[in-house]
């Protein structure tokens, strides 16, 4: 089987510029370097609030951090003397490019940004940070006038972290709550307003585009998806979920999962969210997990992290790039039970068992003492509620308030053919157009339409 057949094409032909030397993924990975959407992500949220620090992570960061990581994935494993897969497995500058672009997608004011956003889409399709990434990719970016940044098929297949729809996947119950109706709309439990893993409805053409190359029958395995259960077997009241992704997202997405695990942990140590009694007692009867994973290695055993990590902050970086190499290298490729016949649908690199459990378990430490803190979900909450007040003022008067380039594509979205389908499509330009944005542009646009003491008629965000 010829791997790369079809894999370099694009939604758009486009010739290559005189005497350009670089392969098509060389391509890809320039342009999303030198996009618009990649740039925002120096002033997106990651987890900690843009301008606390000028140390931690942001999404840009974050994304470089990502890329060089899985790039270390794919090195180690084309090192192997496995020759079952090593053919299938990306090129550098491919995965580099994925890696880059796997957020671009995120709203201003990380995952809070995305519940509001869905909250205000519910009706008219949803919204999901990943799904966005796929339609900016692949449509809104200004690269080309209708394929966004034109990516090479196996670049958009490598980005499609969940190939079923939103309409496949959502259960309406999910949503119920029971609200207070005197209470704001901006009020509500954040939890049960989060979206399906999906791609967006109207994002189907891309989807199409990038499945085409595959038989039926590996496309029709590869998009199953499954209702979440209990222990017991019984349905919960959830959105369904997709069952597999392909052999690049799974590496872009395990670099993804070593990198906030560990990495956000730098962060919250660096700003003392976590401390040693905090690690301590979380990992209390935990401590086989570190040597389980250590072998012979002394600089994993469990005493030797602890200390490394409550030291200076060269002993920390030690400690941190220790964990992230063991992750690396403890990657592996196995098939991923989809059944599929092209290998690009059958593999997948995961963590052995033992190593994901330490994954986790740092990660989960990260989660209690970091994501979950108050004063963060206080940040959240507030960049939540402007999103969804930018958006109930955008929609009930788009003429009057959106940008003049946004507003053209508001009254183009509208055919006339469908009044449902209309408002649909002018919900997402403006859904486009809010998600985009940095949080420092949807603050200065907040206070310029709602504070009385801000803004001016020469103001240009």
């Known amino acids: 089987m010829n791997i790369n057949e079809n894999m370099e094409d ?5 010739n290559q ?9 060389d391509r890809d990975e320039a342009r999303l370097i030198h996009s618009a959407a990649f740039r925002r992500l120096q002033s997106k949220t990651q987890v900690l609030g843009l301008g606390e620090s000028d140390f931690y992570r942001t999404r840009l960061t974050h994304s470089m951090e990502v890329a060089q990581i899985g790039r270390g994935i794919v090195q180690y494993l084309a090192n ?16 580099s490019a994925i890696c880059l672009a796997h957020d671009i997608g995120h709203p201003p004011f990380g995952h809070g940004g995305e519940v509001a956003l869905n909250y205000c889409m519910r009706d008219y399709g949803g919204f999901e940070g990943n799904g966005q ?27 499609l972290k969940y190939p079923v729809s939103y309409a496949s996947l959502l259960n309406n119950k999910a949503y119920e709550v ?23 409805n109207d994002d189907q053409d891309i989807v199409d585009f990038i499945l085409e190359t595959f038989s039926d029958e590996d496309v029709q395995k590869f998009t199953q998806y499954e209702e979440i259960e209990d222990d017991e077997g019984k349905k919960i009241e959830m959105h369904k979920r997709s069952q597999f992704k392909s052999l690049d997202c799974t590496i872009m997405n395990l670099a993804d999962n070593i990198s906030y695990s560990l990495h956000d942990l730098e962060d919250a140590l660096s700003l003392g969210m976590i401390t040693k009694q905090d690690w301590e007692l979380h990992f209390k009867n935990k401590e086989l997990l570190f040597n389980d994973v250590a072998g012979e290695r002394k600089d994993l055993q469990y005493e030797s992290i602890l200390n490394a990590l409550f030291q200076s902050s060269h002993e920390r970086k030690n400690a941190i790039g220790a964990l992230v190499n063991i992750m690396i290298t403890s990657s592996e490729v196995c098939e991923n039970k989809s059944g599929c016949s092209h290998p690009l649908l059958k593999f997948e690199v995961k963590l052995p068992n033992k190593v994901e459990a330490l994954r986790e378990e740092i990660f989960n430490i990260v989660l209690e003492k970091v994501i979950l803190d108050e004063n963060v979900q206080q940040l959240e909450f507030k960049g939540q509620k402007l999103i969804i007040e ?27 053919e469908n009044k449902v389908k209309d408002k649909q499509a002018q919900m997402r330009v403006i859904c486009d157009f809010i998600s985009g944005m940095t949080d420092d542009y949807a603050t200065k646009f907040y206070e310029k339409l709602f504070t009385p003491t801000k803004g001016s008629i020469f103001d240009r965000l």
């Open 10 to 14: 694009r939604r758009k032909f486009q």
């Open 133 to 159: 990434t796929l339609r900016i990719l692949g449509k809104l970016d200004k690269y080309t006038n209708k394929y966004g940044l034109n990516p090479t098929r196996r670049m958009l297949l490598g980005i």
């Open 80 to 95: 192997k003397a496995d020759d079952t897969y090593k053919e299938y497995l990306p090129d550098i500058a491919l995965i």
């Open 178 to 200: 029971n609200r207070d109706k005197t209470r704001p709309f901006w009020l509500f439990e954040a939890k049960p307003q989060k979206p399906p893993k999906c791609f967006h």
């Open 390 to 416: 930018l958006f109930q003022a955008l929609s009930t008067d788009p003429k009057r308030f959106l940008p003049k380039p946004t507003l053209e594509r508001w009254k183009k979205a509208a055919n006339g």
């Open 17 to 25: 510029r005189h005497d350009d030397a670089r392969s098509e993924y």
